[in-house]
């Protein structure tokens, strides 16, 4: 059976201070708080997600906020941006928005033919934006202080740097159903289900790069959309036989996981597509409160406690 992903399902970062990291996602990019939680192997860690209005899948871009960690050091082995797309002529008014909000952001530039702008989060994480007219699920947020036809219709891509092509260009293309689209100033970009915007991966051979190293400003993890668990168990085959060692299935209570580093040392993830961030809150309120996973529950005075306040960007609440 041909097994692939079908393009990304979210990504997971390292941020510093959560108050900060909130108000840039939902108080400057306008997304969504879609889900307060915290990190399943760190109780007293916030697991912060922010998405479109829905929570669609390949949307949600979610941050430990770890401030004690220190910053990153970009390097091989690591995504190093994570562009986001938004519907063509945008980026005049984002460009705008981020000089009136102090945002540092680079020059346009031209990417595989796309007017991308690259910026930067206020802990140092690469990202961009990307105009695309490519066809997007979308669901507006209508509370967000960003116009709905500015808003982010997710990510677009992500770009990862690599000591080898090789090794990693075998995994995408013989086992993950991708296929080479092109290349262009050393970055090679490969689709999923035909490539096309939020299926993306683009990764740039740099052989005398050091590696890169986690820390606040660094994407942990990129993980990639499964239909169900079937096929994840199905891929999940496919990459062991690959000689790569995927974690056993992962009940994320959200969705399913298997994790596997990638043969130049990217995390990845498998993550299906339900049952979906309104599996336990209604849609009307997602993210208000602090939601626990089942076996965390009888906890939850400790672990609120331990946790700082977090207080909605104004505007948005
Ligand atoms: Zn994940």
Redesign the pocket.
Request: net charge neutral; no cysteine; aromatic share 0%.
């Given at each position: 059976m041909q097994t692939s992903v079908h393009g990304i399902h979210?990504v997971?970062a390292i941020a510093g201070d959560p108050r900060e990291n909130l108000d840039f996602y939902v108080g400057v990019l306008g997304m969504r708080l879609v889900k307060k939680s915290v990190n399943q192997d760190a109780p007293d860690t916030y697991h912060l997600f922010y998405a479109d209005g829905a929570g669609t899948p390949g949307s949600d871009l979610?941050f430990f906020p770890w401030p004690d960690m220190g910053p990153g050091r970009l390097g091989i082995g690591l995504t190093v941006e994570v562009p986001f797309a938004v519907p063509p002529g945008s980026l005049e008014y984002w460009k705008k928005r981020f000089a009136n909000q102090g945002v540092k952001c680079d020059e346009i530039e031209i990417r595989f033919g796309e007017t991308t702008l690259p910026f930067r989060d206020p802990h140092g994480l690469q990202l961009a934006l990307v105009e695309t007219a490519d066809p997007r699920q979308f669901t507006p947020w209508e509370k967000s202080p960003v116009p709905q036809e500015h808003q982010l219709r997710g990510m677009h891509a992500v770009r990862l740097w690599e000591r080898h092509l090789a090794p990693t260009a075998t995994l995408l293309t013989e086992r993950m159903g991708f296929t080479l689209i092109g290349t262009e100033n050393g970055w090679n970009r490969y689709g999923a289900d035909g490539g096309g915007s939020g299926n993306i991966v683009e990764v740039k051979e740099l052989p005398g790069e050091q590696r890169g190293r986690w820390g606040t400003g660094c994407v942990h993890?990129v993980?990639w959309r499964v239909k169900d668990s079937e096929e994840e168990m199905a891929l999940r085959g496919v990459i062991e036989r690959a000689g790569l060692q995927p974690t056993p299935q992962i009940d994320?209570f959200w969705f399913k996981?298997v994790y596997f580093k990638e043969p130049g040392g990217v995390l990845f993830?498998l993550?299906t597509d339900g049952p979906g961030f309104d599996r336990d809150e209604d849609m009307e309120h997602l993210g208000e409160r602090l939601i626990l996973p089942p076996w965390l529950e009888p906890h939850r005075k400790e672990i609120e406690a331990a946790l700082p306040r977090l207080e909605m960007p104004r505007g948005s609440e």
């Open positions: 979210h997971t979610t993890h993980a994320r996981s993830e993550a």
